[in-house]
């Protein structure tokens, strides 16, 4: 039994060691990061169902701040804040977004290093209810949520400073509800987006 827990806590002495050792060799930068946003604002009923007929193409752009960890063996986190703008019903609205994102580099070509990522991301506006009046004196108000969403994407840092991504935000759950006066029935909305980025690395 000594023999075992000996080597259970050499082997748990060895693991501490590896992984101070990766986070002592970690490079951590922080940056300044913008973008583009092209989201798909698809309408569903009370049980999640799409309704067919009323989508809408939204466009916004983002700016922040971005932390970047990357270790010697290519694995990765980035995690930051942006400040976005979203035109929604023709109504233009600032919001939040905290994106937490795993990474992959390829490290063969220093200067020239492709990534793979995948995370979460948290989205809210800064206002929260909303009313509108239609020509014809019906009226609808919606509640916005939080959005969460799966971030997939790909990218390549440039010279070790500058970054370029694509990334494809998959929503979880509806991002806001709406009443209509003129159906009387609640409504969601699910927003599903591309997100083009551009960050540089101090």
Known sequence: MKFTLGKHRLWIALLVAMIASATANAQVKLGLTAGMRFDRLERTNYNGTSVWGDDHNI????????????TPGGFGLDFGLNFCNRNINNDSKWGMELPINL????????????????????????????????LWGDSESWTERVEYALNLGVGVTLAGHLQ???????????????????????????????????AYLF
């Open 59 to 70: 466009t916004g752009y983002y700016f922040g701040v971005k932390t970047d960890l990357n």
């Open 103 to 134: 990474k992959f580099n390829i490290n063969a070509v220093p200067m020239f290093r492709p990534y793979l990522l995948a995370g979460v991301s948290a989205y809210t506006n800064f206002e929260d209810i909303h009313f509108h009046e239609d």
């Open 164 to 198: 370029v991504g694509l990334t494809y935000q998959i929503p979880i759950g509806t991002y806001y509800y709406y009443y209509s006066e003129a159906d009387k029935s609640p409504y969601g909305k699910l927003a599903k987006n591309w997100v083009l980025s551009v």
